[in-house]
């Protein structure tokens, strides 16, 4: 791993630099590249805006280990709130959740009753393209109880799905369980900091993984069992090569999703629409966005030089 993104995913775990870095008028000035605004209303502008260049949208209010249930709660009452209001504009957009902003911290339960509020409501409010809450995956040590939440969750309705990271060597056996209960995967490289002997520690690996698990998610035997996979990811090397693949399977274009993170690969996220694919991408807002941006700084050391344009812009 480099020493680049280490250090960033160091400072996303640092309390001292997240009540600090956001005062700074440069820091906040490069976070908006990939945040359309601090507010719902801002996220919901944006999500209009792709759907009407055909892209459907991912909204998720920034935010993670929530240390209060009343915390958790004001997180369920404002996403009911937006999910009227996709309702009401018929936007093709879904919700992405951390199980940790939804009290997993707490207390497994409360968390999935949250959870289950939330899907409840999705479902009486689903829109042509939307209606689905996406659980996020996050740090290691949150798989297990991620994956179990998501199980109970999924026996009940039909719309809960959930992510997986190719980092993880555990990952090919939780997508083969998953693609057994014909889930609804999204499938990502990973984002956290985590030790070699549970991760991939070298990229290259890292990528080849995500294409094997790809292969997986995309086959017959997945697609008997009702399995879907969205690719997230901002590869194109990877995205081509999927692509090419499942062509050679004769998997129709339309079948393929991919799924992008808010200001990164506009121009691919167009071009992907136009020729044929799905592309749905990820819309975040809020005001806790520190440790989110310290991992998109990781992913993508030149973001660094942006911060820096920003810096000495004044
Ligand atoms: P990779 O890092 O190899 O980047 C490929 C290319 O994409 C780069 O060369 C660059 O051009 C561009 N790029 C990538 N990241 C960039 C950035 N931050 N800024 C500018 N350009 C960038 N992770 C996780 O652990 N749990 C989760 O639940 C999710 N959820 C999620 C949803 C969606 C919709 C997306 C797109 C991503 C996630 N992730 C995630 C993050 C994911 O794990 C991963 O860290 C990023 O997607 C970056 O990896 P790429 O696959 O894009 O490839």
Not at 269 to 279: D, H, P, W
């Amino acid at each position: 791993m480099s020493i680049l993104r280490t250090a960033f995913l160091k400072a996303s775990e640092s309390a001292w630099l997240r009540e600090r870095a956001p005062r700074h008028r440069f820091v906040r000035r490069s976070v908006a590249r990939f945040l359309p605004g601090e507010s719902a209303d801002d996220a919901l502008a944006a999500a209009r805006r792709l759907a009407d260049s055909g892209i459907s949208t991912l909204l998720s209010q920034l935010g993670e280990n929530i240390e209060h249930r009343s915390g958790a709660e004001a997180v369920v009452e404002q996403y009911r709130d937006v999910l009227a209001r996709i309702h009401a504009a018929g936007l093709p957009s879904d919700l992405s959740v951390k199980l940790t902003q939804l009290g997993l911290d707490l207390d497994p339960e409360f968390c999935f009753a949250n959870l289950a509020q939330l899907a409840e409501s999705a479902l009486a409010a689903s829109t042509p393209g939307g209606g689905t809450i996406w659980i996020d995956m996050e740090h290691s040590p949150y798989v297990d109880a991620t994956l179990e939440i998501y199980r109970r969750a999924r026996a009940k309705f039909p719309n809960v799905a959930v992510c997986v990271q190719a980092y993880l060597y555990r990952t090919e056996k939780d997508v083969e369980s998953l693609i057994a209960q014909g889930a609804n995967v999204r499938l990502v490289k990973g984002a956290y900091d985590e030790p070699s002997e549970i991760a991939l520690p070298k990229k290259s690996d890292v990528d080849e993984n995500y294409f094997r698990l790809a292969q997986m998610l995309l086959s017959a035997e997945a697609r008997k069992s009702g399995a879907r996979v969205a690719l997230a990811t901002h590869d194109r090397k990877l995205i081509a090569r999927i692509a090419d693949w499942a062509a050679a399977q004769g998997i129709p274009r339309d079948r393929l999703e991919f799924d992008m993170l808010y200001g990164i690969q506009r121009a691919e996220q167009l071009r992907l629409v136009r020729e044929g694919y799905r592309c749905r991408v990820l819309v975040s807002y809020g005001s806790y966005w520190f440790p989110w941006f310290m991992r998109r700084l990781a992913e993508r050391p030149a973001n660094v030089l942006f911060l820096a344009r920003n810096l000495w812009g004044g």
